[in-house]
């Protein structure tokens, strides 16, 4: 293994470090408030619903913690998206808990009676009877457990009667949800503004006038995409900590462990070269690109830089002047 291996190898060691205490403190956490939560025997359905979604909450930013490789604009934003609706929704049940938590509880069992009334419906059309299934069997079952499967009623709107920018304004997250949920939202339904600027990419050729054509490589994953996971969950603490009064220290494993990993995307950078020219220092603006610090409102010819992880040329004076803002 030569030397540039090792330090290379050096450097996944300490993101998997940092990764790990994170991991490790926000368990801490989450098992603190859990432990804490407010859950009544004679009326189980508010707290159920609630730790639930708190629950899904702390899985999902978990799972995006853990695998580096999902940090990217293709995926990250999909399960962002997921976040910002679960605060949401968390936060608007949790302003009437035993009205609202009953709403969310129906709109579930009649979802899963749609989805049962498809499958037998798909097998009925194979010959096969959806009795002897066993998937309608298991759905029928988790139905049944809660409430007569006849007495549920399927509803195909909103859950809760009104849209998320309107149960946002209810819970005091408006400014939350208009500036995340439509952002996200165009990765998780695959928008032209995120297929434009993520799957495609201008011809190099000013024959074709510059038309797109797909892009050859993903993009890198970024640890912006991480720290926004760790940012939602932290500010999902501080919600259940507000709203059930829970008698718990403050959170401060995002402020304390995310530091790190932080630390090292910053020092470890790109370098852009052209053939014949210096190396500039390269940072990813709005649209998820590379581009030099002294480019970055007006950077063109993509084609015509290689990217490198050490610099192949003289560093550009101006990336070095103003690399701190950045770097």
Known sequence: MNSDA????????????WIREYLDGVKKEFEERCSKWP????NPAP???????????????????????????DVAPILLRCMVEVYIWLAWILESP??????????????????LMHRADELEQQGMNPDDDIMVQNSNDWIEHQKISFLVDVNTGTWSGLDARKMAGECGCRDFYRFTYYMFSTAMHSSWNHVSRFDLQHCASPFHAF??????????PTSFNFRLAAKYLDRTFELVDKKLNLDVPPPEVFYKSFRGTEDYFRKTPYYLTKPGGKSHIAVMDSNARLVPICQRYSFKDSEKYTKNTQPSASICKRCADHKDKFI
């Open 6 to 17: 090792k330090t290379e190898e050096g450097s996944f060691d300490e993101v998997n470090k």
């Open 47 to 73: 707290g159920e619903v609630t730790i639930g979604l708190f629950r899904r909450q702390y899985s999902l930013a978990c799972h995006i913690a853990a695998n580096p490789g999902i940090w990217t604009p």
């Open 98 to 115: 035993d009205e609202r938590a009953k709403l969310y509880i129906e709109d579930g069992l009649g979802k899963e009676k749609l989805i």
């Open 211 to 220: 038309h797109k054509i797909p892009r050859k490589d993903f993009l890198p």
């Open 39 to 42: 859950i009544s025997i004679a």
